[in-house]
Nanobody
Protein backbone atom coordinates (compact mmCIF):
# COMPACT_ATOMS: atom_id res chain seq x y z
CA UNK A 1 0.00 0.00 0.00
CA UNK A 2 1.39 3.40 -0.98
CA UNK A 3 1.71 5.55 2.10
CA UNK A 4 4.91 7.53 1.45
CA UNK A 5 5.76 10.53 -0.68
CA UNK A 6 9.42 10.84 -1.65
CA UNK A 7 11.07 14.10 -2.70
CA UNK A 8 14.47 15.65 -3.25
CA UNK A 9 15.59 13.83 -6.36
CA UNK A 10 17.04 15.55 -9.40
CA UNK A 11 20.05 15.89 -11.65
CA UNK A 12 23.46 16.25 -10.02
CA UNK A 13 27.03 16.04 -11.23
CA UNK A 14 29.31 13.25 -10.10
CA UNK A 15 30.80 14.09 -6.71
CA UNK A 16 27.76 16.10 -5.70
CA UNK A 17 25.24 15.55 -2.91
CA UNK A 18 21.49 15.20 -2.52
CA UNK A 19 19.17 14.76 0.42
CA UNK A 20 16.04 12.74 -0.18
CA UNK A 21 12.99 12.83 2.05
CA UNK A 22 10.13 10.43 2.44
CA UNK A 23 7.05 11.54 4.30
CA UNK A 24 4.59 9.01 5.68
CA UNK A 25 0.87 9.48 5.86
CA UNK A 26 -1.63 7.57 7.93
CA UNK A 27 0.16 4.76 9.72
CA UNK A 28 2.23 4.57 12.92
CA UNK A 29 5.58 5.54 11.39
CA UNK A 30 7.45 5.20 14.70
CA UNK A 31 6.55 1.51 14.96
CA UNK A 32 8.34 0.52 11.75
CA UNK A 33 11.89 0.12 10.53
CA UNK A 34 12.38 2.25 7.42
CA UNK A 35 14.31 1.22 4.35
CA UNK A 36 15.51 3.02 1.24
CA UNK A 37 15.53 1.14 -2.05
CA UNK A 38 16.61 1.97 -5.57
CA UNK A 39 15.91 0.73 -9.06
CA UNK A 40 18.29 1.64 -11.84
CA UNK A 41 17.07 1.78 -15.45
CA UNK A 42 16.55 -1.75 -16.77
CA UNK A 43 17.50 -3.38 -13.47
CA UNK A 44 15.74 -4.87 -10.49
CA UNK A 45 15.11 -3.20 -7.17
CA UNK A 46 17.94 -3.12 -4.62
CA UNK A 47 17.72 -2.56 -0.90
CA UNK A 48 20.18 0.22 -0.06
CA UNK A 49 20.06 0.74 3.69
CA UNK A 50 17.68 0.67 6.60
CA UNK A 51 17.13 2.33 9.95
CA UNK A 52 15.43 0.56 12.83
CA UNK A 53 12.97 1.99 15.32
CA UNK A 54 15.96 2.34 17.63
CA UNK A 55 18.06 4.21 15.04
CA UNK A 56 20.32 1.25 14.23
CA UNK A 57 21.55 1.50 10.65
CA UNK A 58 22.03 -1.48 8.37
CA UNK A 59 23.71 -1.16 4.99
CA UNK A 60 22.70 -3.60 2.27
CA UNK A 61 24.99 -2.19 -0.41
CA UNK A 62 28.73 -2.00 0.23
CA UNK A 63 29.06 0.54 -2.57
CA UNK A 64 27.25 3.25 -0.56
CA UNK A 65 29.04 2.78 2.76
CA UNK A 66 30.83 5.97 3.73
CA UNK A 67 28.78 7.98 1.23
CA UNK A 68 25.09 7.50 2.16
CA UNK A 69 23.39 7.90 5.50
CA UNK A 70 19.83 7.36 6.67
CA UNK A 71 18.01 9.19 9.44
CA UNK A 72 14.47 9.56 10.70
CA UNK A 73 12.31 12.10 12.50
CA UNK A 74 9.39 10.33 14.10
CA UNK A 75 7.67 13.58 15.09
CA UNK A 76 7.54 14.58 11.41
CA UNK A 77 6.91 10.99 10.23
CA UNK A 78 9.75 11.49 7.77
CA UNK A 79 12.87 9.58 6.84
CA UNK A 80 15.88 11.00 5.03
CA UNK A 81 18.62 9.69 2.78
CA UNK A 82 21.75 11.81 2.69
CA UNK A 83 23.82 10.98 -0.38
CA UNK A 84 27.34 12.33 -0.82
CA UNK A 85 30.05 11.85 -3.43
CA UNK A 86 27.46 10.63 -5.90
CA UNK A 87 28.54 8.48 -8.83
CA UNK A 88 26.88 7.85 -12.20
CA UNK A 89 26.12 4.28 -11.08
CA UNK A 90 23.94 5.71 -8.31
CA UNK A 91 21.44 6.85 -10.96
CA UNK A 92 18.09 5.25 -10.07
CA UNK A 93 14.59 5.80 -8.77
CA UNK A 94 14.89 5.90 -4.99
CA UNK A 95 11.95 4.90 -2.82
CA UNK A 96 11.33 4.20 0.82
CA UNK A 97 9.29 1.61 2.63
CA UNK A 98 8.05 0.74 6.09
CA UNK A 99 9.50 -2.61 7.08
CA UNK A 100 8.68 -5.01 9.87
CA UNK A 101 12.39 -5.67 10.40
CA UNK A 102 15.76 -4.58 9.09
CA UNK A 103 17.63 -7.85 9.25
CA UNK A 104 21.40 -8.14 9.11
CA UNK A 105 21.41 -9.23 5.49
CA UNK A 106 17.73 -9.08 4.52
CA UNK A 107 14.69 -7.02 5.31
CA UNK A 108 11.32 -8.46 6.24
CA UNK A 109 7.74 -7.41 5.75
CA UNK A 110 7.37 -4.43 3.42
CA UNK A 111 4.02 -3.05 4.56
CA UNK A 112 3.98 0.46 3.07
CA UNK A 113 5.95 2.11 0.27
CA UNK A 114 6.10 5.10 -2.07
CA UNK A 115 6.44 5.68 -5.79
CA UNK A 116 9.96 7.03 -5.55
CA UNK A 117 11.99 9.99 -6.75
CA UNK A 118 14.47 9.96 -9.63
CA UNK A 119 18.15 10.67 -9.01
CA UNK A 120 20.32 11.19 -12.08
CA UNK A 121 24.07 11.55 -11.69
CA UNK A 122 25.96 12.89 -14.68
CA UNK A 123 29.64 12.17 -15.29
Amino acid sequence: EEQFVESGGGLVQAGGSLRLSCAASEFNFEDYDIGWFRQAPGKGQQAVLCISTRDKRTYYLDSVKGRFNISRDNAKKTAYLEMNNLKPEDTAVYSCAALELCGTSHYYGMDYWGKGTLVTVSS
